[in-house]
């Protein structure tokens, strides 16, 4: 009897260590999209682009650098995004925990990640982008030129 | 020298006259609050101006002849490139200026390739820019600037010169009319259906209608450019799936035909050489392509496989390379459907249209002579065998129709097998290799993952090359070449 409980109990290790090597942690886009089947993963990156609404669901697309996925969450487990990724603004940076789908059924053979859960990591801001004194000074020099070549076009055409 | 001259000349024009494309891209900018893209889009203006005029005042007007013309348009592709470049490059969203010159030559040769980082931080002025030119390059650039210029009779070498060999109409200006009337129509329209689309996407006013008008842009500029890092994927959309498929279709059909068909005669599509040959190319490229899709075992659904399958092999065929899948992901597909791809890509859409490749008609007679020779030896060495196709009309086939078909075919071949050789000599296999040459040559943009910011400097201007070459369909090439030639004698 001991013993059976010794061996359940070595069995549930076993599995818990199967789950835990088939769950995908901290992976990039770019590896994931190399994984040939469906797979437990959690994944990392910023949501880029405005969140679209489909039924029930949320698609958010997130960008880590090295590539971009689109992720599908139920409406009531969506946390609020307050900031997309676009140009002067850093999205929110969250991590996503679901299912990847290197081909989807319900989604017309598509990758996507199916989320159980997303946790904001990250507040996303907006980048400054100031006017560069450098690119200031280039183009007043080149204003200078192309203007006193057309004086020059004007006078020769004239002569 | 006086040739010379008047070259310089004509491209000092044509630069200055698009200089207020970026002037025009400073006020959108202004609009949408990018004051940092304003300023990058006004030194992009001024260097138009400048690099016109200099050009200008080297020198002379004179009469535009059938060699010089086409020399025009080939050095103006590669004036052009420089300046596009120059808002890319100050964007910071690329690693260097040949990386900017790589996307801008992919942007004029309507391939749709691009190193860019970081795209979907971009601004809508500076994408707008990048859709843009592909746009009116896939037009007929030249044709627009001809249009500025009050187009003297000789200006129809220029028209001849970006491999559009149709001549709607006798005049050059009333065929860029027609041109122009046909492109407006369908611009109009769809990006009207894609706005809508966009919008019961929950993509957002403003949003979708930027999204609409690129996507238009790069399906019916057969370009492939997309403004965000997964392509049409982005959207998760079996609407604007659909909606680019027909665009990009719509695209790689002669503009002559469109014209014939909204004329009233309907028939012509179903008669039409190209149709007919597109149809059975198409169909060969399928079957590649879904043969390797089927052994890779991605899909395990028909119409996840029927979608996936049809959509890129009809994107290929096109010369667009707007994709369903990530950059790289294709290669998963195996080497059955790479073929199958290359098949497509190779071949190309319709003369006189916006798509690259060796164009459909040109193997329609091809293989008409095939037809021909083969008929020959059936009959007694008098007879006289006649082949026919039709394109709008009834056409005899005639050994300088057939001669020029081969020359043309064989220059893409050649230039398909000297890119893959490049590739090879740098250590990537071949089937990847030529793929990303036949992709570059036929201005279609797909890649299996060599074409990236990391790739070696010289296979980045053999690309670029390659770009302007299959553009231009080689006879820009032989015109420079016989006007060196011309010269030493």
Sequence with gaps: MKLGVRGSGFGIRILFFLLLCSLSYGISISDLIQEPREKAIEIEGEVVGKPMRRRNFYLLNIYDKTGGIGVFIRLDKCPKIRYYGRYGVMGDKIRVSGIFNPACKEHWGKMDIHASSIEVLEKGRRIEKPVSRTKLGILAILSLLALLLIFVRKRYASN | ?489
Excluded at chain 2, 235 to 264: C, E, K, N, Q, R
Excluded at chain 2, 458 to 474: D, N, P, S
Aim: charged letters at 10%; proline letters at 2%.
């Design chain 2, 1 to 489: 020298m006086t040739n010379l001259r008047t070259i310089f000349y004509y491209i000092g024009r044509i630069i200055s006259s698009f200089s207020f494309i970026a002037f025009i891209h400073c006020i959108l900018a202004i609009i949408m609050a990018e004051y940092s893209s304003a300023i990058d889009f006004l030194i992009t203006f001024s260097s138009f101006v400048l690099a016109g005029y200099i050009l200008i005042l080297l020198g002379k007007k004179g009469e535009i002849t059938w060699v010089v013309g086409m020399v025009i348009v080939s050095l103006s592709w590669f004036f052009l490139m420089f300046l596009v470049a120059i808002p890319l490059f100050l964007s910071c969203h690329y690693l260097s200026y040949l990386d900017s010159c790589f996307d801008a030559m992919s942007g004029l040769a309507t391939v749709g390739f691009s190193l860019i980082n970081d795209i979907d931080h971009l601004s809508y002025s500076l994408n707008t820019w990048r859709f843009f030119f592909p746009y009116i390059a896939g037009q007929g650039i030249i044709l627009v600037a001809l249009v500025f210029l009050a187009s003297s009779p000789s200006g129809y070498g220029m028209y001849l010169g970006e491999g559009r060999e149709d001549r709607i109409l006798p005049n050059i200006a009333s065929t860029a009319r027609i041109i122009w009337s046909i492109a407006m129509l369908y611009l109009v329209v769809g990006i009207s259906i894609l706005w809508l689309i966009g919008i019961n996407k929950d993509l957002g006013m403003v949003n979708a209608f930027f999204h609409a008008m690129w996507l238009y842009m790069s399906g019916w500029a057969t370009c492939g450019l997309s403004p965000t890092s997964s392509s049409v994927l982005f959207y998760y959309s079996p609407l604007i799936d659909l909606a680019t498929m027909v665009v990009f279709i719509l695209g790689s059909v002669s503009f002559y035909l469109h014209y014939t068909v909204w004329t009233g005669k309907r028939l012509e599509i179903f008669k039409n050489t190209e149709i007919r040959t597109f149809l059975f190319t198409l169909g060969i490229s399928f079957i590649f392509v879904s043969i390797g899709v089927v052994k890779s075992g991605l899909y395990h659904d028909f119409p996840s496989f029927f979608l996936n399958s049809l959509y890129h092999t009809t994107s290929a065929h096109a010369t667009c390379g707007l994709s369903m899948v990530y950059p790289g992901y294709l290669i998963r597909w195996g080497e059955i459907a790479l073929i199958g791809m290359v098949i497509a890509m190779g071949v190309g859409g319709s003369a006189g249209s916006t798509s690259g490749g060796i164009k459909i008609l040109r193997i329609g007679i091809i293989v008409k002579a095939l037809i021909q020779d083969i008929k020959s030896l059936a009959f007694p060495s008098s007879a006289v065998v006649c082949e026919k196709f039709h394109h709008i009309k009834d056409i005899l086939l005639n050994d300088r129709l057939v001669r020029a078909s081969m020359i043309i075919m064989l220059s893409y071949i050649s230039t398909y097998l000297i890119g893959a050789l490049v590739g090879i000599m740098y250590g990537y296999p071949f089937i990847k290799s030529l793929f990303e040459s036949v992709s570059a040559t036929s201005g279609t943009g797909f890649s299996c993952g060599i074409v990236s910011s990391n790739m070696p400097s010289f296979m980045k201007i053999v690309y670029i090359f390659q770009m302007w070459a299959g553009r231009l369909e080689f006879i820009s090439i032989f015109a420079i070449i016989s006007l060196i030639l011309g010269r030493k004698r």
